[in-house]
């Protein structure tokens, strides 16, 4: 079985991320998205509705699941029997970044090895922070997040204007 895992913030989860997941799914038996739990980064959404808008995403993909972890991505994979990670490459910008996570979860865990899929071209510049930045000044975000999302950041931003 070869069982993958794609940790990340997903705040939210973008048509990027959902691209990732589709193509993963189709190459690996099991698919976990692990929403990583990291008190250095505040996020809009909390724990539960980032889960809860997964959730929601991947309800078509059958061999894709979302868990929530607060530990090392490295210990996780441990625990759960993964020995693939999967990350998402977009510009030169992220190899850095990229690089010193994956050489780092290689020290921790000598088992797991990390693979990237290589952004499709139209979703090149987008990002979490990009769609949050659009939906807080009111800007249309389709084409971006699924809908339900869009509605969901609108949502987000009319409560935090109104507190
Ligand atoms: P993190 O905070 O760990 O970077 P993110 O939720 O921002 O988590 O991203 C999770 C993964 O998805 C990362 O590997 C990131 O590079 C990848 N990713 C994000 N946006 C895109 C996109 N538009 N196309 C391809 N990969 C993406």
């Excluded at 625990?79 to 990229?98: C, P, T, Y």
């Excluded at 979860?105 to 090895?113: C, F, S």
Aim: hydrophobic content about 40%; glycine content about 6%; aromatic content about 8%.
């Amino acid at each position: 079985m070869a069982i993958a895992i794609y940790p990340g913030s997903f705040d939210p989860i973008t048509n990027g991320h959902i691209d990732i997941l589709e193509r993963a799914s189709k190459i690996f038996d099991e698919v976990i998205v692990v929403v990583l739990c990291n008190p250095a980064k505040k996020t809009l959404f909390t724990m539960e509705e980032r889960l809860g808008m997964i959730r929601e995403a991947i309800r078509g993909y059958e061999n894709v699941s979302v868990d929530a972890y607060s530990g090392l991505t490295a210990q996780y994979a441990q625990a759960k029997g993964a020995n693939l990670l999967i990350r998402g490459l977009r510009a030169v910008s992220d190899f850095d970044a990229e690089l010193r996570i994956a050489l780092t979860n290689k020290k921790l865990n000598p088992e797991l090895e990390s693979i990237f899929l290589m952004t499709s071209p139209k979703y090149l510049f987008l990002s979490s922070s990009t769609v949050k930045e659009i939906a807080s000044m009111g800007g249309c975000t389709k084409g971006m997040v699924p809908d339900f999302i869009g509605e969901r950041l609108e949502q987000k931003y009319q409560e935090l204007a109104n507190a």
